[in-house]
């Protein structure tokens, strides 16, 4: 996908990781989901640990398909250490290495309307399975 001047962009759906695969699993479907809800033709998982591809081994991987923007999406529900931190701390050090790419970051999931939605939902599910046992 292209944006309004014609850059080809990638995304990065960028999780904490897991020492758990099934977790990392999970994120990689996200991911997978992101990219045909979206319409996104380039979307790849990335982990700050315990998982892989790492952000860098992400970006490279979108490049080397012609990418020359990339928006980092954080999968982490607020702007805690790692979005603080870390993950600058990672995207200076990418691009500093990837002067050729443009590189973006999201906001993290918290604040987003459908964030509210979701755990409305969660709620009533709960909710509603509670009743049954009444």
Same mark, same amino acid.
């Not at 479907?29 to 998982?51: H, I, K, S, T």
């Not at 906001?107 to 509603?128: F, I, K, N, S, V």
């Given at each position: 996908?292209?944006?309004?001047?014609?850059? /080809? @962009?990638?995304?990065?759906?960028?999780?904490?990781?897991?020492?758990?695969?099934? %977790?990392?699993?999970? &994120? /990689?479907? &996200?991911? @997978?989901?992101?990219?045909r809800r979206g319409g996104l033709?380039?979307?790849?998982?990335?982990?700050?640990?315990?998982?892989?591809?790492?952000?860098?081994?992400?970006?490279?991987?979108?490049? %080397?398909?012609? &990418?020359?923007?990339?928006?980092?999406?954080?999968?982490?529900?607020?702007?805690?250490?790692?979005?603080? /931190?870390?993950? =600058?701390?990672?995207?200076?050090?990418?691009?500093?290495?990837?002067?050729?790419?443009?590189?973006? &970051?999201?906001? =993290?999931?918290?604040?987003? =309307?459908?964030?509210?939605?979701?755990?409305?939902? /969660?709620?009533?599910?709960?909710?509603?399975?509670?009743?049954?046992?009444?």
């Amino acid at each position: 996908m292209s944006d309004r001047k014609g850059v /080809r @962009a990638g995304y990065i759906v960028f999780a904490h990781g897991s020492s758990i695969e099934s %977790a990392n699993d999970s &994120v /990689r479907v &996200v991911a @997978a989901d992101l990219a045909r809800r979206g319409g996104l033709e380039l979307v790849e998982p990335a982990f700050l640990e315990g998982g892989r591809p790492d952000l860098r081994d992400a970006v490279d991987i979108l490049a %080397a398909r012609g &990418v020359k923007r990339v928006v980092v999406v954080p999968y982490f529900l607020t702007l805690g250490l790692h979005l603080q /931190r870390d993950l =600058p701390k990672l995207v200076e050090q990418i691009r500093a290495a990837r002067p050729d790419l443009r590189i973006e &970051v999201t906001a =993290p999931l918290d604040g987003h =309307p459908a964030l509210l939605e979701a755990l409305l939902g /969660r709620a009533t599910e709960r909710e509603a399975s509670a009743s049954e046992f009444d």
